[in-house]
Nanobody, 122 residues
Framework: QVQLVESGGGLAQAGGSLRLSCAAS????????MGWFRRAPGKEREFVAA???????YCADSVKGRFTIARDNAKNMAFLQMNSLKSEDTAVYYC????????????????WGQGTQVAVSS
């Protein structure tokens, strides 16, 4: 069992930065793949970024070059560094974990956090 708690959301100006954190409980964290998804108002949940237990990373085209995902297995933490924020990045961001086949598919993840709100003003 893995429990996830996100933090670090808030209000930022366009062009600014935020760093989201995901704290995980459970001794199997290091063997789980981690992902970040987001849901904007009125839109479907979408994949943002993911990191394999091995450290390999993947980002959606919409955030590539602006967002970076990382993990610290010793601290049971995952991070999403968001730079050059745009108004379209406004959404609730969710951390997810699992033994994942397809990183971009939300239904592949077994565990989810409650989400943290990110609002970007233009």
């Amino acid at each position: 069992q893995v429990q996830l708690v996100e933090s670090g959301g808030g209000l930022a100006q366009a062009g600014g930065s935020l760093r989201l954190s995901c704290a995980a409980s459970g001794r199997t964290f290091s063997t789980h793949d981690m992902g970040w998804f987001r849901r904007a108002p009125g839109k479907e949940r979408e994949f943002v970024a993911a990191i394999r237990w091995s450290g390999a990373t993947y980002c959606a085209d919409s955030v590539k070059g602006r967002f970076t995902i990382a993990r610290d297995n010793a601290k049971n933490m995952a991070f999403l560094q968001m730079n050059s924020l745009k108004s379209e990045d406004t959404a609730v961001y969710y951390c997810a974990a699992g033994l994942v086949v397809s990183l971009t598919r939300a239904d592949n993840y077994h565990y989810w956090g409650q989400g943290t709100q990110v609002a970007v003003s233009s």
